[in-house]
């Protein structure tokens, strides 16, 4: 039986899916999981994500959460580990990221390892160090203001040192430029000196490239996505990997459709105004809710009867002045949680009563939905976009998900998602 031999822990869900696409876009037989206790059921594939609701959760679960995942992983024959966060870094000064790369580079042995958040395509880059969302400093975007990790300090080998007691330092541009030797010699140098964890500045997408020239023997690297695809090729010429390169299409599902979106990202916000011009669009506002089960009934009320005439979206999303009252109110993760559970709950509801596509807005929003529906292992398509992952789940009579990054995504994706779903591939 062929064992995996890439593995990857993700935050999650979204990260998680749009990691997994792009590898079955690539060829690669990819499962997709939401537990550790189900990397046994995979079968025979060549890699294997572990994608759980992690990234603003208590230190402590996280590290146990992910400490679970990466043994189950490497029990199941893994050779190579990737633990996948969002380009803009999403943490806080106790973690998640700081304290999650310490209990895999235990478990794994590794000797380094670096970290690169960077998405060229999406004008998320590092620069000495510094995290930039295009032209700006992520201290000067709109993440400065995000509801549960806020990004007030762009240089990211500050933040991660504030997150681990290993130290930490760069790999400049002129290096991961270079790549080849010079790459290599800055990497050893470094490591010389003590240094275990290293945030590479990326900025073009030959910079990815050479980081994972650099790395592909290493048993632990961290990171964004978009580092992902270029480890295939490299892996296919040393032997590793056998696919043919010729990913399998999602089945069709149809049936009753429904938005749920708990991101409140300016995109997100977006793409519900542009849903809103064609759909019925119920927001539930945080700051005017004391406690979830009359909300859902109110919102089950309004649904049930529309969603036998088309899709519906029902939303938490909120712009940043409203969020500032729901978390007066709630207090930060008491909003965030109350959230969760309002389209969660929703969520088991809608599905009960027939509804088959689901398209989730926010990485949190998935977990949450995901966790509530006890879905635990997904058929993932190939790579749609950024930030973007459609699957259904296993069956014979399958659920179709997209799950999508709050931050990401065309302003009219909700709406394609959901045709898409009827006709996989169709979309042009």
Same mark, same amino acid.
Request: charged share 20%.
């Given at each position: 039986?062929?064992?995996?031999?890439?593995?990857?822990?993700?935050?999650?869900?979204?990260?998680?899916?749009?990691?997994?696409a792009?590898?079955?876009?690539?060829?690669?037989r990819?499962?997709? /999981?939401?537990?550790?206790?189900?990397?046994?059921?995979?079968? !025979?594939?060549?890699?294997?994500?572990?994608a759980?609701?992690?990234?603003?959760?208590?230190?402590?679960?996280?590290?146990?959460?992910?400490?679970?995942?990466? =043994?189950?992983?490497?029990?199941?024959?893994?050779?190579r580990?990737?633990?996948?966060?969002?380009?803009?870094?999403?943490?806080?000064?106790?973690?998640?990221?700081?304290?999650?790369?310490?209990?895999?580079?235990?478990?794994?042995?590794?000797?380094?390892?670096?970290?690169?958040?960077?998405?060229?395509?999406?004008?998320?880059?590092?620069?000495?160090?510094?995290?930039?969302?295009?032209?700006?400093?992520?201290? =000067?975007?709109?993440?400065?203001d995000?509801?549960l990790?806020?990004?007030?300090?762009p240089?990211?080998?500050r933040?991660?040192?504030?997150?681990?007691?290993?130290?930490?330092?760069?790999?400049?541009?002129?290096?991961?430029?270079?790549?080849?030797?010079?790459l290599? !010699?800055?990497?050893?140098?470094?490591?010389?000196?003590?240094?275990?964890?290293?945030?590479?500045?990326?900025i073009?997408?030959?910079?990815?490239?050479?980081l994972?020239?650099a790395?592909?023997?290493c048993?632990?690297?961290?990171?964004?996505?978009?580092? /992902?695809?270029?480890?295939?090729?490299? *892996?296919?010429?040393s032997?590793h990997l056998?696919?043919?390169?010729?990913?399998?299409?999602?089945?069709?599902v149809?049936?009753?459709?429904?938005?749920?979106?708990?991101?409140?990202?300016?995109?997100?916000?977006? $793409?519900?105004?542009?849903?809103?011009?064609?759909?019925? /669009?119920?927001r539930?506002?945080?700051? =005017?809710?004391?406690?979830?089960?009359?909300?859902?009934?109110?919102?089950?009320? *309004?649904?049930?009867?529309?969603?036998e005439?088309?899709?519906?979206?029902?939303?938490?999303s909120?712009?940043p002045?409203a969020?500032?009252v729901? $978390?007066?109110?709630?207090?930060?993760?008491?909003?965030?949680?109350?959230?969760?559970?309002?389209?969660?709950?929703?969520? /088991?509801?809608?599905?009960?009563?027939?509804?088959?596509?689901?398209?989730?807005?926010?990485?949190?929003?998935?977990?949450?939905?995901? !966790?509530?529906?006890?879905?635990?292992?997904?058929?993932?398509?190939?790579?749609?976009? &950024?930030g973007?992952g459609?699957?259904?789940?296993?069956?014979?009579?399958?659920?179709?998900?997209?799950?999508?990054?709050?931050?990401?995504?065309?302003v009219?994706?909700?709406?394609?998602?959901?045709?898409?779903?009827?006709? &996989?591939?169709?979309?042009?």
């Amino acid at each position: 039986m062929r064992r995996p031999f890439f593995g990857i822990v993700a935050d999650d869900m979204t990260g998680g899916l749009e990691t997994a696409a792009m590898l079955v876009a690539d060829g690669v037989r990819c499962a997709f /999981v939401t537990d550790a206790d189900s990397v046994g059921d995979v079968g !025979e594939v060549e890699a294997v994500v572990v994608a759980q609701k992690t990234r603003v959760v208590d230190p402590a679960e996280a590290v146990a959460k992910s400490r679970a995942a990466a =043994e189950a992983l490497l029990a199941a024959g893994v050779r190579r580990l990737f633990f996948k966060y969002c380009a803009t870094f999403d943490s806080t000064d106790r973690g998640n990221i700081g304290p999650v790369a310490d209990v895999l580079m235990d478990l794994t042995g590794a000797r380094f390892a670096i970290f690169c958040p960077s998405s060229p395509a999406l004008r998320r880059t590092v620069y000495n160090g510094h995290l930039f969302l295009g032209s700006q400093l992520i201290s =000067e975007s709109p993440k400065r203001d995000d509801p549960l990790t806020p990004m007030t300090d762009p240089n990211l080998v500050r933040v991660l040192q504030r997150q681990t007691r290993r130290k930490v330092g760069l790999l400049a541009h002129p290096q991961t430029s270079a790549g080849g030797a010079e790459l290599a !010699e800055a990497i050893d140098r470094a490591t010389r000196d003590g240094v275990r964890y290293l945030v590479a500045d990326a900025i073009y997408d030959g910079d990815l490239a050479n980081l994972a020239v650099a790395t592909q023997d290493c048993p632990l690297v961290t990171g964004n996505a978009t580092i /992902v695809p270029h480890y295939p090729p490299l *892996w296919r010429a040393s032997g590793h990997l056998h696919s043919d390169r010729h990913p399998a299409a999602l089945p069709a599902v149809d049936g009753k459709a429904i938005v749920l979106a708990g991101s409140c990202a300016e995109r997100t916000r977006e $793409q519900l105004a542009a849903f809103e011009a064609n759909h019925p /669009v119920l927001r539930i506002d945080l700051g =005017e809710v004391d406690a979830a089960a009359p909300v859902v009934t109110e919102a089950l009320a *309004w649904a049930l009867p529309l969603l036998e005439r088309g899709p519906v979206l029902i939303t938490t999303s909120a712009d940043p002045e409203a969020v500032s009252v729901a $978390q007066a109110r709630h207090g930060r993760d008491g909003a965030a949680e109350l959230a969760e559970r309002i389209l969660g709950d929703i969520a /088991v509801a809608v599905r009960t009563k027939g509804v088959r596509r689901f398209v989730v807005a926010g990485g949190e929003t998935s977990g949450a939905v995901m !966790e509530r529906l006890g879905v635990r292992r997904l058929n993932v398509g190939p790579y749609g976009g &950024p930030g973007i992952g459609t699957a259904t789940t296993c069956g014979p009579d399958p659920i179709a998900f997209c799950l999508k990054s709050g931050k990401l995504g065309p302003v009219d994706l909700f709406a394609e998602a959901l045709n898409e779903m009827t006709n &996989p591939g169709g979309r042009e």
